[in-house]
T-cell receptor
């Protein structure tokens, strides 16, 4: 089946504007993760969804960041009042209930804040 | 929380030689350790993983070893090829809820 998809692939925005990034996990995967990867850096955990449980938001860097997930499907990551330091690739990953440890990554959204 | 350190940050090897990347972790509760390969501009891809109930796992030219006592695990790539050139990330988790990644190793295989 299809892998994890993300949209848009690239987003250029002006400082202060809000952006919304979308992730479509693999069908049937109950766990969904968002990460941020700055240029030349590692993966920084942002938020984790598992089924209908309350999300683990401990990685969100500020209250400008929020994420939602509808059931076990699409998730959106919203960044309000974007700042230049928000420029990064935002990666989404999903994993199945039967194998919560194996993550499959999407291609990422490259966000550039001017 | 967990802290994962990865070394070296860059590694160059001649084609055919072996490459070793090491990671240490701090939380003894961590029990799953995946390794990801990320080619330039591409998404991370799982290449091998190991769970805490085994000490070594091998898949063709790639192997991972785990020392729970010392809290470190290593990726071994033998007979390196140019297509092995990429950034490699290690990670650790105890519950699968939150993964802690190393800072990555940029591997260059020189033909």
């Amino acid at each position: 089946g299809a892998g994890v998809s993300q949209s848009p692939s690239n987003k250029v925005t002006e400082k202060g504007k809000d952006v919304e990034l979308r992730c479509d996990p693999i069908s049937g995967h109950t766990a969904l993760y968002w990460y941020r990867q700055r240029l030349g850096q590692g993966l920084e955990f942002l938020i984790y969804f598992q089924g209908n449980s309350a999300p683990d938001k401990s990685g969100l860097p500020s209250d400008r960041f929020s994420a939602e997930r509808t059931g076990e499907s699409v998730s959106t990551l919203t960044i309000q009042r974007t700042q230049q330091e928000d420029s990064a690739v935002y990666l989404c990953a999903s994993s199945s209930w039967t194998s919560t440890d194996t993550q499959y990554f999407g291609p990422g959204t490259r966000l550039t804040v001017l | 929380g967990e802290n994962v350190e990865q070394h070296p940050s860059t590694l160059s090897v001649q084609e055919g030689d072996s490459a070793v990347i090491k990671c240490t972790y701090s939380d003894s509760a961590s029990n799953y350790f995946p390794w990801y390969k990320q080619e330039l501009g591409k998404r991370p891809q799982l290449i091998i993983d190991i769970r805490s109930n085994v000490g070594e796992k091998k898949d063709q030219r790639i192997a991972v070893t785990l020392n729970k006592t010392a809290k470190h695990f290593s990726l071994h790539i033998t007979e390196t090829q140019p297509e092995d050139s990429a950034v490699y990330f290690c990670a650790a988790t105890d519950t699968g809820n939150q993964f802690y990644f190393g800072t990555g190793t940029s591997l260059t295989v020189i033909p």
